[in-house]
């Protein structure tokens, strides 16, 4: 199963912009790039996903890198709702399970 | 309903007891999966139905888990005779598309199982 290295854990500040890494140098052409994130005590909610070419939706923004090594997941604008554990996926699309690893965890100071 | 809806939402086990774990996904979804989360570990995949099908139970990490999805809506996740190493919170995950459609997943918040 393909795998994706994310930081431990990172910092922000309310309003401010948060940009969280990936790497996954072991993608296939046909892996499509997810993330989800998990707050506490609920189960993860989906955010983004691109194959290619970058991705905006009303949450977030994907950054994909050209050789699809790597990606970046954008908040705009952190809100301490923002604060949760976020997964980046990679997600094989035969078999269409999503493998996660450790994610990495967001806190938001106000 | 409007989301994925799992019960319990506690289960407290004693070791060797049978538990019975119940999923009811989004109405009219198609995919719907299985994932058991150790505390601070990510979700791990456990099985796969397409409808009534199941299409990959890869995960199930032994004969004692066994998952099924009758009429192709509520699924069920059994593990037999529990053992302490039993204890997580399982997930349900249901999607809208079948097998490559790579639509997105939407989870319940889980069933967390402690076998004491």
């Known amino acids: 199963d393909a795998k994706t290295t994310q930081p431990n854990s990172m910092e922000s500040n309310e309003e401010e912009p948060v940009h969280l890494p990936c790497n996954h140098s072991t993608i296939s052409g046909t892996d499509y790039i997810h993330w989800y994130r998990q707050l506490p005590s609920q189960g993860p909610e989906y955010v983004i996903h691109?194959?290619?070419s970058n991705v905006n939706n009303r949450m977030a923004s994907l950054a994909i890198a050209e050789d699809r090594k790597s990606s970046t997941l954008i908040l705009h604008r952190a809100t301490l709702r923002d604060a949760a554990v976020y997964y980046c996926i990679l997600r094989d699309g035969y078999t269409d399970k999503l493998i996660f690893g450790t994610g990495t965890r967001l806190q938001v100071f106000p | 309903g409007a989301g994925v809806s799992q019960s319990p939402r506690y289960k407290v086990a004693k070791r060797g007891q049978d538990v019975a774990l119940r999923c009811d996904p989004i109405s009219g979804h198609v995919s719907l999966f299985w994932y058991q989360q150790a505390l601070g570990q990510g979700p791990e995949f456990l099985t796969y139905f397409q409808n009534e099908a199941q299409l990959d139970k890869s995960g199930l990490p032994s004969d004692r888990f066994f998952a099924e999805r009758p009429e192709g809506s509520v699924s069920t996740l059994k593990i037999q005779r529990t053992q302490q190493e039993d204890s997580a919170v399982y997930l349900c995950?249901?999607?809208?598309?079948?097998?490559?459609?790579?639509?997105?997943?939407?989870f319940g918040s889980g069933t967390q199982l402690s076998v004491l």
């Open positions: 691109g194959l290619t």
């Open positions: 995950a249901s999607g809208s598309g079948g097998r490559g459609t790579n639509e997105k997943l939407f």
